[in-house]
């Protein structure tokens, strides 16, 4: 061992590259230790004083780090027992002593070894230090209080350590850094400014803890606000199967039959069976799965393939047209005559009247006539004063309270596909700010 005046002492040691870890000064740590020629440095340093230098490596992937792949600065520190474990690898118990700022690195064949110079405490504490210590042990209690990770029993012994020095590498050791950030700090040769940088990071790692325990918070009360829910939901569900109102999964299947004998087309089919896969995934009170519930409801009441027999008897249909109805000849004419084109085509390209005249004059009773007359079902639609082309079209399922529209809900109340409709008022229809229903009409009646 040599010894200059200036720079402290040289001292030659075994060196043992470490991964992902920092040594500091009156730090006890175990490591595992499995390469071949770090087992043989501590081999070493157990035959000759038990004294080892701890150096981090630069990246944790370099098996035979170079001298350029470690830090400059690390810590003299003393094997205090060291294990062979079966598979080969060695568990060490170690503490650090001292810094030492590595001055040369050699190969010594079956392990490295190294120049270094020990770095000295620094002088006496003064009143700054004294104060920033202080600060500093406040900052530690505030944040062991918001990291249940550390033991609270660490403040007991931190208490009882007067050096500033001392005081900061001891709580570094327990703080969830980065290796860069610790290695800075073991840098550090000044207490005052070591002292004032781990305030700072102390008081950032604080910040974090109070931002996760407010999310913590938050999730916590949505996590109780759900299970509250779902316990409500299940006994909700306990005592309508215990009064006998619903069984489980009854419901979706009474839903699954309605699909299919409403004798609905493909695509319709495709819809209702993907909107019941969605119902199987929803709470059943949730406000969704009534909407799911409502539109699927709404499929299978729709009269997809019930339908009347139309009578094609002209005779019949003029006598009912006589009988219900004096003079008219024109429009009665008009009206037998489509009926008989009906009959003769079989199918009219556009189904489609339009009784013009003034109020009182039997428009809508000669609608009634022609339902008779051909046997159908007669449906009354009044659309005087309508302005909104939702009363058409039907509302967007995202609304409360949302329906299908006028012609549709008619339809479902019929309960057949092919009734005679009258729309009746069609010239006092409204526009407003809500669209213009005439519009939406216009695709309806659109051949």
């Known amino acids: 061992m040599m010894s200059t005046a200036s720079s402290g002492e040289i001292v030659q040691l075994p060196l043992l590259p470490l991964r992902d870890v920092v040594v500091f000064p009156h730090m006890v740590i175990p490591l595992f230790v499995g390469r071949p020629k770090s087992i043989k440095a501590l081999e070493t340093s157990m035959?000759?004083?038990?004294?080892?230098?701890?150096?981090?490596?630069?990246?944790a992937a370099q098996d035979e780090p170079a001298t350029t792949d470690l830090y400059d600065t690390g810590s003299m520190a003393t094997v205090l027992q060291m294990l062979k474990l079966p598979d080969g690898t060695v568990k060490v118990l170690v503490e650090g002593n001292q810094r030492a700022r590595v001055l040369e690195v050699t190969d010594e064949g079956t392990h490295l070894a190294a120049m270094?110079?020990?770095?000295?405490?620094?002088?006496?504490?003064?009143?700054?230090?004294?104060?920033?210590?202080?600060?500093?042990?406040?900052?530690?209690?505030?944040?062991?209080?918001?990291?249940?990770?550390?033991?609270?029993?660490?403040?007991?012994?931190?208490?009882?350590?007067?050096?500033?020095?001392?005081?900061?590498?001891?709580?570094?050791?327990?703080?969830?850094?980065?290796?860069?950030?610790?290695?800075?700090?073991?840098?550090?040769i000044s207490v005052a400014k070591r002292l004032e940088h781990l305030m700072g990071l102390l008081e950032a790692e604080i910040d974090i803890l109070q931002v996760e325990k407010r999310i913590r918070g938050r999730v916590?009360?949505?996590?109780?606000?759900s299970q509250r829910e779902y316990y409500l939901n299940e006994q909700v569900k306990a005592i309508q199967k215990e009064l006998g109102d619903i069984e489980e999964g009854a419901e979706l299947e009474e839903?699954?039959?309605?699909?299919?004998?409403?004798?609905?087309?493909?695509?319709?089919?495709?819809?209702?069976?993907?909107e019941i896969k969605k119902l199987r995934m929803m709470s059943p009170m949730s406000a969704e799965a009534t909407v799911v519930r409502g539109y699927i409801e709404t499929l299978t009441n729709l009269p997809?393939?019930?339908?009347?027999?139309?009578?094609?008897?002209?005779?019949?249909?003029?006598?009912?047209?006589?009988?219900?109805?004096?003079?008219?000849?024109?429009?009665?004419?008009?009206i037998l005559e489509y009926l008989a084109v009906q009959q003769r085509v079989d199918k009219v390209k556009a189904p489609i009247?339009?009784?013009?005249?003034?109020?009182?004059?039997?428009?809508?009773?000669?609608?009634?006539?022609?339902?008779?007359?051909?046997?159908?079902?007669?449906v009354r639609m009044a659309l005087g004063g309508v302005r909104d082309e939702a009363e058409i079209r039907g509302h967007r399922r995202t609304y409360i309270g949302s329906m299908p529209g006028k012609i549709l809900q008619s339809l479902t109340k019929v309960a057949e596909r092919n009734p005679l409709f009258l729309l009746d008022e069609v010239d006092k229809m409204g526009q407003d700010f809500r669209g213009d229903p005439s519009s939406a009409l216009l695709e309806v009646l659109d051949p």
């Open 304 to 334: 997809w393939k019930k339908k009347t027999k139309i009578s094609k008897d002209l005779a019949k249909a003029e006598k009912i047209l006589d009988e219900d109805h004096y003079g008219l000849e024109k429009v009665k004419e008009r």
């Open 116 to 188: 270094a110079e020990l770095i000295a405490m620094d002088g006496k504490d003064d009143t700054e230090i004294e104060a920033m210590r202080r600060a500093l042990m406040t900052q530690f209690d505030q944040y062991v209080k918001l990291n249940k990770k550390i033991p609270p029993e660490i403040l007991t012994s931190l208490s009882g350590i007067d050096e500033g020095g001392r005081l900061a590498d001891t709580i570094v050791a327990h703080l969830p850094l980065k290796l860069e950030q610790k290695q800075e700090i073991l840098e550090m």
């Open 220 to 225: 916590k009360r949505q996590m109780e606000k």
């Open 47 to 59: 035959e000759s004083g038990k004294h080892i230098l701890l150096v981090a490596q630069k990246s």
């Open 255 to 274: 839903l699954e039959r309605k699909i299919k004998e409403a004798g609905m087309s493909k695509e319709a089919v495709a819809k209702a069976q993907s």
């Open 353 to 378: 009247l339009c009784l013009v005249g003034p109020p009182g004059v039997g428009k809508t009773s000669l609608g009634q006539s022609i339902a008779r007359s051909t046997n159908r079902k007669f």
